[in-house]
């Protein structure tokens, strides 16, 4: 699980980097995004592993929200991480 919980970090960490907020009404969910992204990696370091994989995986349903609702976009390349 521990792979698995570093390679979801690592490619959240792309994604936030390469998104652009399109809305202001989007910035409350998108730092419960990265306050969850955060929680992971500290859980990790803690070796609390399902703690660290829940708190990635409601870290990028948040950002996949904000796709669904246009308030945020990424570049092409990592929308096949979400469902949009």
């Known amino acids: ?20 907020i399109l809305d202001k009404n989007a910035l409350e969910l998108y730092n419960l995004a990265v306050s969850y992204f955060s929680d992971s990696k500290y859980f990790l370091e803690k ?26 976009e990424i570049d092409e390349k990592y929308k096949k991480y979400f469902t949009v």
């Open 47 to 72: 070796n609390d592993l399902v703690r660290a994989f829940e708190c990635i995986t409601i870290s990028w349903a948040y950002i996949d929200v904000l796709l669904h609702f246009k308030l945020v």
């Open 1 to 20: 699980m521990k792979e698995i919980v570093e390679e979801n970090i690592k490619k959240m960490e792309e994604v936030l980097k390469n998104l652009k």
